[in-house]
């Protein structure tokens, strides 16, 4: 995956490659990432490069921001903006660059993750992934296919497009799954995937699937509102996006 930073700021730069890879480490993904102090020297980059993701600084000397997308636009249009800004003074004149997001700076490490998972569901080449060890062979399990896992005595039940049964500690899954908000554990032993779970009643989750959980007694409440919060920052972020 290939990404361009433009911004006149090089501390901007470098916490937010450093972001970049952790992020990438994290899932799987190779990245390589260009900096660019101005929108003049993007552009002329652009006419011989593609890129995936361009963060790009509203603020600029010389070509600002969004004069800057204006023109990446023409020379590029499918590349993912998301536009990095000190205020939220000029986001309106930004829309018609449809943009991905609005990140304010400082960066925030986690709404800067949170934006770049949610990238990564409409990049289905680019979705993050986790190896699932069966016997001799070893198997890519997407995060957006993956339903449910439950502990089985030594080994794991992954539900996936298929069922999965592997000789791999539950907690070892549920550490790798904890960065992405789709994941929650409703009970000791049993992780979810939000968004195949039907609804959460009479302490009963029901999966999509048919499938059903019992949910922690005593995280009930707290469940629930993990779930209709989740929704919720799902349909907003959809309608942000229209």
């Not at 990404?3 to 970049?20: G, T």
């Not at 020297?41 to 000397?61: H, N, P, T």
């Not at 550490?175 to 009479?202: H, K, P, Q, S, W």
Request: hydrophobic share 40%; glycine share 4%; aromatic share 10%.
């Amino acid at each position: 995956m290939r990404i361009a930073i433009v911004d006149d700021e090089k501390a901007v730069h470098i916490s937010l490659e450093k972001a970049l890879k952790i992020w990438a480490d994290k899932n799987r993904l190779d990245i390589a990432c260009d900096y660019f102090p101005n929108g003049g020297e993007f552009l002329s980059a652009l006419r011989g490069k593609q890129y995936d993701i361009v963060f790009m600084d509203i603020y600029m000397d010389g070509s600002d921001g969004i004069q800057t997308a204006v023109r990446m636009r023409q020379i590029s249009p499918g590349c993912c903006l998301i536009f990095l800004t000190s205020s939220e003074e000029h986001m309106m004149q930004a829309f018609p660059c449809h943009a991905f997001d609005y990140l304010l700076k400082p960066l925030d490490e986690a709404r800067l993750t949170q934006t770049l998972s949610d990238l990564l569901r409409i990049m289905p080449d680019k979705q993050p992934y986790f190896d699932l060890p069966l016997g001799k062979q070893t198997i890519h399990v997407l995060y957006s296919h993956l339903q449910y896992i439950s502990a089985d005595s030594n080994y794991c039940i992954v539900q996936a497009q298929e069922q999965y049964r592997c000789r791999m500690p539950f907690h070892k899954l549920k550490t790798l799954l904890a960065d992405d908000e789709r994941f929650c554990a409703i009970n000791r032993g049993i992780l979810v995937n939000l968004d195949y779970v039907d609804d959460m009643e009479d302490y009963t989750c029901r999966m999509k699937n048919g499938i059903s959980f019992p949910i922690n007694t005593k995280k009930k409440t707290e469940l629930k509102q993990a779930l209709i919060t989740y929704r919720f920052n799902i349909r907003r972020k959809r309608l942000s996006r229209r």
